[in-house]
């Protein structure tokens, strides 16, 4: 909807919503978006902050392990050396213990 004012100017081929767009565009308002959002959040309120931080590298990782056992694609060995030390960056951070802050001695 906040875009699609900008379709004459941006785009010059035809433009038509038909059902199969609309469901694809409320599956990712919906699934991919309300959904996912509302359930990384509620993740996130019951962890340690650092263990959030580290999460954000799983969403890359776990796109790449779709696209290897969904689509077929592959990665060089560069890329595979990235991916398990993104890995074991994100398991190691888990088990940091975090100890809240000492107050500091008004002199």
């Not at 590298?57 to 969904?70: D, E, F, K, N």
């Not at 060995?77 to 975090?98: D, K, N, P, R």
């Amino acid at each position: 909807m906040v875009i699609s004012p900008l379709i004459p100017i941006v785009d010059d081929g035809p433009w038509a919503l038909d059902a199969e767009a609309a469901i694809g565009y409320a599956w990712l308002a919906v699934v991919g978006g309300a959904l996912a959002y509302s359930l990384w959040f509620r993740g996130a309120r019951t962890l340690p902050s650092a263990n959030v931080t580290l999460l954000g590298v799983l969403s890359p990782l776990t796109a790449a392990v779709i696209g290897w056992i969904v689509l077929g694609q592959s990665m060089t060995g560069v890329q595979c050396v990235g991916f398990g030390i993104a890995l074991v960056g994100s398991i190691a951070g888990q088990f940091v213990t975090t100890y809240p802050p000492r107050s500091v001695a008004l002199r």
